[in-house]
């Protein structure tokens, strides 16, 4: 696994930086809203993860997702601002203002038209396309950890359980705190994780775009879905889903992580729905 020290561009001082009120609880403690002010003065509005039992154990896992995400630069992922190291431990990532795509697909159910769902999904597929040519597995791709920037962009984020993979190999995971409903079948059976399930993770998440943020297979228990997805059951098209996208989804749901396309061949398919979309 790699880890690398923080650059100097990632370092950056708490007296730059005024905390505010609470966004929500993070797996590792509060997330706070607050402004940063950068050395050359700029004011940029910001998300601060703070650790709240923080031992050293604890604090190498809560920093291991901001090493990640320092080397990652893409329009659709969640974008660090910075590390402070010492104690107190804050990460201070850019604050996106509509928060969890999954709560604005239902607050805004009744005003989003099919064409921004499908951009959703376009920008989505971009950044996991973009982490693909890292060999970055991301393993938590799902609505709950998508952030709303404005109603055109939205950001992948939550790289508390991604992984660099070498190529033709795969992250073997030991976690307990896996998302089955989202999982491969392979995931599921031998904790199996690549590029390959991270698209049909991806299938998943639009789904429950399409669904207004559902949860997939809410009417099964954790512990059934593997039969289900033996036997061929997947997940049925939503009532606004236009055909050629569940078409694409099924292809992601292939039992066989090779017969499943790319992020690149993804990308592809889902531009060139968007434009149609938009042409209508
Ligand atoms: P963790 O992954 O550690 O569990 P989350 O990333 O889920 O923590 O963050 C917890 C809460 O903080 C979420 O409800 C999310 O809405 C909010 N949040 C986290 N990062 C941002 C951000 N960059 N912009 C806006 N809200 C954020």
């Keep these: ?53 923080c031992s050293a154990e604890v604090k190498e896992k809560f920093l291991s997702e901001a090493d990640l995400m320092k080397n990652l630069d893409h329009p659709h992922i969640v974008r660090l601002i910075g590390v402070i190291e010492v104690d107190p431990v804050w990460i201070v990532m850019e604050l996106y203002e509509h928060g969890e795509l999954g709560n604005y697909l239902v607050e805004q159910q009744y005003i989003l038209t099919t064409a921004q769902l499908t951009q959703y999904c376009l920008q989505i597929c971009k950044a996991l396309a973009y982490l693909e040519g890292l060999n970055m597995v991301h393993r938590d791709i799902a609505v709950r950890n998508v952030l709303v920037a404005s109603a055109e962009c939205v950001k992948l984020g939550d790289f508390g359980l991604s992984r660099y993979i070498d190529e033709q190999e795969y992250y073997k995971a030991s976690v307990s705190r896996l998302p089955i409903k989202w999982m491969a079948p392979e995931s599921i059976n031998f904790r199996r994780f690549t590029s390959a399930s991270d698209v049909w993770m991806f299938g998943v998440c639009v789904w429950e775009i399409f669904s207004m943020a559902q949860q997939p297979f809410f009417w099964l228990e954790n512990g059934q879905v593997i039969n289900q997805l033996e036997s061929g059951v997947r997940l049925q098209k939503p009532q606004t889903c236009p055909p050629t996208i569940y078409g694409l989804l099924t292809r992601c749901w292939a039992y066989e992580p090779h017969s499943r396309p790319t992020f690149g061949e993804l990308v592809r398919s889902f531009s060139e729905i968007h434009k149609m979309e938009l042409e209508q």
């Design 1 to 53: 696994e790699h880890t690398v020290k923080y650059d100097d561009k990632h370092r950056i001082s708490r007296g730059d930086i005024v905390v505010g009120r609470i966004l929500g609880e993070g797996f590792f403690g509060e997330v706070h809203e607050g402004v940063y002010k950068s050395p050359s003065g700029e004011r940029t509005r910001v998300a601060i993860k703070t650790c709240k039992d």
